[in-house]
């Protein structure tokens, strides 16, 4: 079986939310002090390729441990809009693709946006759902959607509309993956699993495809 990791390396030089604090990755426990090594990790809760729930954005929203596992695995299909550098994502590019949309558990989008990681341009204006088009795709059983970009709205937001709309229909979002390039146009095996901590409002995940070719 092929597997293509979708997931951002976690180190202390990495892209964060602004505002945000990078994560610190702290030696805790040595093999020359203690005979073993360990570390200690401080990292917000949405850093690097990470999910968010509902309750990142809802107040009465679902936490990711109130979901059972089966919520996060599941087909995926991958929309290419990496023709709408600083556009929305009109809900008319959606109506093309509804068939596979339908039959896919998760809508990821290819933005192109990864070429930018590590860069100030990671933050420029990258493609996001218009209005719409997140209420167009909300009515989709889906179980979540997912970009790589940092954002599933735009950065000047204040008010997070797509997040809500899309989280307030009980979908789960996964932000900052990446090698979506060879995966634009299919659908395949996808599995996006949070970390399982009490009261999560997002976590770190490991994002993989497990493409048939």
């Known amino acids: 079986m092929k597997i293509l990791d979708l ?19 702290t ?35 679902k936490t990711l441990d109130q979901f059972p596992a089966d919520k996060y695995v599941g087909t995926a299909y ?5 023709d709408l550098a600083g556009k929305e994502i009109p809900k008319a ?3 093309l693709h509804a068939s596979e949309i339908e039959a896919a558990d998760f809508l990821l989008f290819y933005t192109g946006w990864e070429k930018y990681w590590g ?5 420029s204006p990258f493609p996001v759902l218009s209005l719409e088009a997140a209420e167009y795709l909300a009515a989709f059983p889906l179980k979540g959607v997912g970009t790589d970009a940092i954002s599933i709205d735009p950065m000047d ?3 997070y509309p797509v997040h809500k ?7 789960v979002n996964t932000e900052n993956l ?18 399982r901590f009490k009261n999560a409002d997002g976590s770190p995940v490991r994002a993989v495809a497990m493409p048939e070719d």
């Open 119 to 123: 860069s100030e341009q990671y933050f």
């Open 78 to 82: 991958v929309l290419d809009c990496s």
């Open 27 to 61: 030696p805790s426990n040595t093999f020359e002090q203690h005979g073993f090594r360990e570390t200690l990790l401080t990292m917000g809760s949405h850093t690097g390729t990470h999910m968010d729930a509902p309750a990142h954005m809802l107040r009465d929203g």
């Open 93 to 95: 590019r959606l109506q």
């Open 178 to 195: 990446c090698n979506l390039a060879s995966l634009v146009g299919k659908t395949f095996p996808y599995a996006t699993l949070p970390l």
């Open 165 to 171: 709309i899309l989280l307030g229909a009980g979908f």
């Open 157 to 159: 937001t204040v008010d």
């Open 7 to 25: 997931t951002h390396l976690i180190e202390e030089a990495m892209p964060v939310y602004p505002e945000t604090e990078p994560p610190k990755l």
